[in-house]
C-alpha cells in the first residue's frame, strides 16, 4: 500500500469506524476538511473503502426504487408483511418509517406530527433523533393512545425538545365550534407553529371503503355522508381529497389542524400507510402535490407502479 493509500485508509478509519466528522478528523491530522473530503472520495473510487449494503429481511429495495422513479418522490420504503397481518405491517412500516425519520431530520428543524395507528408504531420505533422541537398538526380523531397528543410528547422526550400539542377534536359539528377552540390561547400557539415545521410525517385515511379515524369522527358528527357526496375519498389528517387528490373545502371551517395551504409550504412531507383498502387513497396523496415521500406495503407500492402513468411523475416533479 502506497503512502497516499495509508493515508486515505487512516482518514476512512477515523470518519466510518471510529465516528470522527470531517471537521474533528482536519483538526487531529492538521489538514483542511476539504483535503478530508477528497481523500474520503478518493478511497471509495480507488477501493480502498468498499461498502456493502445490508437490507433488512423485510424492505424491497428493488420495489422502493421503481416507486420512487415511478412517482417522482424523494424517498420511498416499500415493506413485506404477511397478507392480512394488519398489526405486523403497522409495526414494520412504522419502524421503517421510524428510520427514515431519523436519517433525515436534522438538529434544529421542527417535526411536525400527525396521528394514528402506524405513526404511534412509528414514534415508539424512534431510537434517536436530533435536538428538534414537535407539533401537533392535527387535533383528535380517535383515542388518545393514538392521537397526536401523546406522539408528540413522546418524540419530543427522545429528541429533547419542546412538544406543541393541540388539546381539541380534529373535527367539529359547526364552524363556530371550531373557531371558538381555534381561539384558545394553547391552540393558537401550536397554530403558529405551523409555519415553521419544516418535516412533517402524516398518516393517509380512506373514506371509500372506509379506514379512515376521520372519516369515523366525521360519522359520529353527522357530516360524513355530505362529504361522501361533496367526492371526498381520502384523507391526510384535516386535509380531505378526491379521487383525483384534489382538495375538498367544505368541512374546513370545521377543522382543526393544518390546512392544504398549510402542508403545502411544508418542505418535507412523508406519509406512511398500507393496506387492501388503502389504494385509492394513497393514490389521492400522491396526486394532491402534497407528498414528498412515502412508506408503504409491498402490495400496494406494486398496485401504484402499476397504476402509475407518466402524468404522475411529471405532475409530482413540478410540484
Known amino acids: 500500500m502506497s503512502e497516499s493509500e495509508r493515508r486515505m485508509a487512516l482518514v476512512a478509519t477515523r470518519h466510518y469506524i471510529d465516528g470522527l466528522s470531517r471537521i474533528e478528523i482536519a483538526d487531529e491530522l492538521g489538514i483542511s476538511r476539504f483535503v478530508v473530503a477528497r481523500l474520503l472520495e478518493q478511497a471509495r473510487e480507488r477501493g480502498v473503502v468498499r461498502f456493502e449494503i445490508a437490507s433488512p429481511d423485510d424492505i424491497d429495495l428493488t420495489l422502493s426504487a421503481q416507486l420512487r422513479s415511478a412517482y417522482s418522490l424523494r424517498h420511498a420504503i416499500v415493506v413485506h408483511a404477511p397478507s392480512g397481518a394488519d398489526t405486523t405491517m403497522k409495526e414494520r412500516l ?44 392535527e387535533g383528535v380523531a380517535a383515542g388518545l393512545h393514538e392521537s397526536g397528543v401523546e406522539l408528540v410528547r413522546r418524540a419530543a422526550r427522545v ?74 375519498r381520502a384523507d391526510l389528517g384535516a386535509v380531505l381529497l378526491d379521487v383525483d387528490g384534489q382538495v375538498i373545502e367544505q368541512a374546513t371551517e370545521q377543522s382543526i389542524g393544518i390546512d392544504a395551504d398549510g402542508l403545502r409550504r411544508v418542505p418535507h412531507v412523508l406519509a406512511v ?3 387492501p383498502l388503502k389504494f385509492v387513497a394513497v393514490r ?10 412515502l412508506a408503504c406495503d409491498a402490495i400496494m407500492a ?11 411523475s411529471a405532475q409530482r416533479s413540478d410540484s
Open 94 to 137: 412504522g419502524t421503517a418509517a421510524a428510520r427514515l425519520l431519523e436519517e433525515v431530520l436534522r438538529p434544529g428543524e421542527v417535526l411536525g406530527l400527525a396521528a394514528g395507528r402506524t405513526l404511534r408504531q412509528m414514534v415508539r420505533a424512534c431510537e434517536q433523533l436530533p435536538p428538534v422541537d414537535v407539533v401537533q398538526l
Open 159 to 232: 429528541s429533547g425538545g419542546t412538544p406543541h400539542a393541540l388539546l381539541a377534536p380534529l373535527l367539529t359539528r359547526t364552524a363556530e365550534s371550531a373557531e371558538l377552540l381555534r381561539d384558545e390561547p394553547a391552540a393558537r400557539d401550536t397554530f403558529s407553529r405551523f409555519a415553521e415545521v419544516t418535516t412533517a410525517v402524516v398518516g393517509i385515511g380512506s373514506w371509500n371503503p372506509e379506514d379512515s379515524q376521520v372519516s369515523m369522527l366525521a360519522d359520529q358528527l353527522g357530516i360524513r355522508d355530505s362529504l361522501l357526496e361533496a367526492g371526498v
Open 273 to 275: 400507510a398500507g393496506g
Open 284 to 293: 389521492a396523496a400522491l396526486r394532491s402535490g402534497l407528498v414528498h415521500s
Open 302 to 312: 406494486q398496485a401504484l407502479i402499476a397504476d402509475a402513468t407518466p402524468t404522475d
